[in-house]
């Protein structure tokens, strides 16, 4: 049994910032934020979409992946809570690992953001294209949706 605890504690200590722990959590649920109701991870980070990702090229790589670590997928089945919509969760293949998806679009945390509710990642550019934190219905929490109006102005990115 100690020998069970030793193992499982290297395991745990092992896990990236990025990396989801498997378990009865759901992958994607809801949480409240200044900028209204966004996606968060089973922990309560925000979780946000890249406008440099497109449906064939993921634009974070290398050093953004510091900044902007994936949801990495827990074991299990995808699954969602609150607001969120378990027939939106899916996976794409990043490397040997599966990286969350939300309507499509892969999903990330900001190493900003370093408690439940915070959204310091939002309107956030890199090399040009922005982060936006993810709205239940999968579009990014602009401006505009935060408002209440109607336009889609950069609510998925180039590619979507």
């Known amino acids: 049994m100690k020998k069970l605890a030793v193992i499982l504690a290297v395991s745990i200590a092992a896990i990236g910032a990025g990396t989801a ?3 009865s959590a759901p992958w994607v649920k809801t949480g409240k934020t200044s900028l209204g109701t ?4 089973a ?3 925000t979780l946000y979409l890249f406008e440099g ?16 670590p994936p949801l990495w997928a ?8 609150g607001g969120a919509k378990g027939s939106e969760v899916g996976t794409i293949s990043r490397g040997a690992s599966k990286q969350v998806t939300y309507a499509g679009h892969p999903v990330y945390m900001y ?7 915070q959204v310091w ?14 709205s ?11 408002d209440g109006s109607s336009s889609s102005g950069g609510s998925t990115g180039s590619g979507w």
């Not at 990702?53 to 902007?68: A, F, S």
């Not at 827990?74 to 809570?81: E, L, N, T, V």
């Open 43 to 45: 922990s309560g980070r």
């Open 121 to 134: 990642g939002e309107g956030l550019k890199l090399d040009g294209n922005l982060w936006y934190a993810i």
């Open 38 to 41: 966004v996606l968060t991870s």
């Open 136 to 146: 239940p219905s999968g579009v990014a929490m602009t401006a505009s949706k935060r």
């Open 74 to 81: 827990a074991a299990g089945s995808a699954s969602a809570a």
């Open 21 to 23: 722990i498997a378990g």
């Open 111 to 117: 190493s900003g953001d370093t408690k439940a509710g």
């Open 53 to 68: 990702d497109t449906k064939t090229k993921l634009g974070c790589n290398g050093k953004c992946l510091k900044d902007w």
